[in-house]
């Protein structure tokens, strides 16, 4: 097993385009939680999904949004990029036991 | 408020001595508590909770609910312990949420 993965990486967008983040957890894994880690500060929570229902939200504006498909797997949305969307995007799945496993991350950068 | 804070940025030691990664929290209920761990070029790691009650690499940290602490102790450092460290608070009741602190740094030296 893999581990949580996520793609692309790596990724540059210009102010206003939006983006498509992408995380596959470990398989047996229901539940998907995405996080923001701005350079500096720890992982702020985004989202979480558990068998494709959204059971939580964190304190970020509505041009986030994030799914989950019939496979566990999930993708997070941002609309309208600000400079301020630029940070590392983490992906966490987590099974029974609620230990949250972590994926390597996507970087964004919006210039 | 939910709050995690850790207010220490950067922690720097010699190999042997003590170690103390402070983390103190703000949860109205009964939170679960973690500390997670970043080694250089890997993810962020899950390195012990407070309901395990474990030992992990000879790191171990103890809730004090009086202090709202959840402090993490290693008696003699060792210089692969070099890495970012989070502690991070999650309610019980049914949801995933993390709430992490800004994190530590611990520099290890020879």
């Known amino acids: 097993d893999a581990g949580v993965t996520q793609s692309p990486t790596h990724l540059i967008k210009t102010r206003g385009q939006h983006v498509t983040l992408r995380c596959s957890p470990i398989?047996?894994?229901?539940?998907v939680s995405w996080y923001q880690q701005v350079l500096g500060q720890g992982p702020q929570f985004i989202f979480q999904?558990?068998?494709?229902?959204?059971?939580g939200r964190g304190n970020f504006p509505d041009r986030f949004s994030a799914r989950q498909f019939p496979n566990y797997s999930s993708e997070l949305n941002v609309n309208a990029l600000l400079l301020g969307d630029s940070a590392l995007y983490l992906c966490?799945?987590?099974?029974?036991?609620?230990?949250?496993?972590f994926g390597q991350g996507t970087r964004l950068t919006v210039v | 408020a939910q709050r995690v804070t850790q207010p220490e940025k950067l922690l720097s030691v010699f190999k042997g001595a003590p170690v103390e990664l402070k983390c103190n929290y703000s949860?109205?209920?009964?939170?679960?508590l973690f500390w997670y761990v970043q080694y250089s070029r890997q993810r962020l790691q899950l390195l012990l909770r407070?309901?395990s009650r474990e030992s992990i690499k000879g790191f171990t940290a103890d809730l004090n609910k009086g202090e709202t602490s959840f402090h993490l102790k290693k008696p003699f450092a060792q210089e692969e312990d070099s890495a970012m460290y989070y502690c991070?608070?999650?309610?019980?009741?049914?949801?995933?949420?993390?709430?992490f602190g800004t994190g530590t740094r611990l520099q290890v030296f020879p």
């Open positions: 966490a799945s987590t099974g029974l036991d609620t230990e949250a496993f």
């Open positions: 398989s047996g894994h229901k539940s």
């Open positions: 999904y558990y068998e494709k229902e959204e059971r």
């Open positions: 949860y109205s209920g009964s939170p679960e």
């Open positions: 407070h309901i």
């Open positions: 991070a608070l999650s309610s019980l009741l049914g949801t995933d949420k993390l709430i």
